[in-house]
DNA sequence: TGACAAACGGACTGTCGGTCCGTATCATGA
DNA sequence: TCATGATACGGACCGACAGTCCGTTTGTCA
């Protein structure tokens, strides 16, 4: 790895965080151009597609930094986020947090799953398919192995940004009720 | 109703069949644009826009052509899928259907959910709220008010079209695989 | 401090959804 | 059949946006 010059670091701090705070107050994400985080950074937009290369880059960078906590809870966390866990607490827990990241970060979320671009990527991502392999893993003992690839989507459908921003908006519903749904839900989806 | 002039209703007809056809030969709905169509239909692009307002609408409205059949059986039909039907199948039935129909029209599925708009509208198009009302009934009787409401989407979720393209195409899933699977999870999830 | 590599920034490009308005076509009734 | 008004046509045009290019500035290090 490269030393990074001092004025390129600044400048990525500058952008990570103008890009962050511009997502957290739009209305909708396709209303934040990149025009836009350019000109609250600071920065020239050549700066900002040389450090992030494009659009979906950028808002992965952002969500990488939100999401760092949790997946340090999950690679080597205590119970029960940790490896220690019993698997159907587990997967639970991880359902649940991944459920309040997404809540607390809507329109980041949105953002980057609502895929501006034109292709459609959200299942080939390193993320998704990361956390996907987990939850099939941790349910492929209780569930056949392709039973559980497909219990560990459906468990995943029922958290993406678009729907929980839905119920939020659409149906008012309050964090603390959909997570309890989302809990039951969980806990009767690996019943048998 | 206003009478429509002959030469509206050939080009009404005209576009609609170059958007289904484009669509249906793309490899991503992205690489579709207005002009390609207009191009396609032999007609400018100011009356595609007269005719349909915006590119959503468009595919709506292709859509809708493509839907129609299965809304009729909903509707009027026999069982497993008609009103005669006892809730679980026909809930079952239903969801095994509009799956069929994703399938087989995974493209324009996808350019119609996959937004290219700003607003992520899916939860409150007309066609999902529909659909989601009528799931919801049929499982209140059996589950609480709000639960059947969450379930209804839940069974929706997995039947996404990026889902099922993605089951297709990333995971190399048949379509009766996909179907028998989908099968056993809605059982499932309606069973106490 | 000088010199060079690295980084900067904003004008520029290509594309796309959507609009506008002068022109062509259809329907009607005399 | 033809005149006439209403309706529809079509493609040049517009504004916005992601992404590029390159002349200029800045940091680094000897």
Redesign the interface.
């Known amino acids: 790895m490269e030393e990074e010059r001092a004025d390129a670091a600044r400048n990525r701090k500058a952008i990570l965080e103008a890009t962050d705070e511009l997502f957290a107050n739009s209305d ?4 934040v151009s990149m025009d836009d985080i350019a000109r609250a950074a600071g920065v020239g937009k050549g700066t900002l597609f040389r450090r992030f290369g494009d659009r979906r880059n950028l808002i992965q960078q952002v969500y990488a930094v939100r999401l760092a906590p949790l997946r340090e809870q999950i690679e080597k966390g205590p119970a029960p986020l940790g490896p220690a866990s019993p698997p159907r607490e587990r997967v639970s827990a991880i359902i649940d947090a991944i459920a309040v990241v997404k809540l607390e970060n809507a329109h980041l979320m ?1 953002a980057l799953e ?2 501006s ?4 990527d ?3 991502s390193t993320d998704y398919v990361a956390v996907h392999g987990l939850l099939r893993d941790l349910v492929a003992s209780e569930f056949g192995k ?2 559980a ?3 560990a ?2 468990l995943l ?2 958290i ?1 940004a ?2 929980l ?3 939020v908006n ?2 008012g519903m309050s964090h603390s009720d959909i997570r309890s ?1 989302l809990r ?2 969980v806990a ?2 690996l019943d048998h």
């Open positions: 909708s994400p396709g209303e949105l609502g895929g671009g034109p292709t459609n959200l299942y080939e392709s039973r690839s497909w219990i989507h459906s459908a029922n993406r678009d729907l921003g839905y119920l659409g149906e749904s039951d839900f009767h989806t």
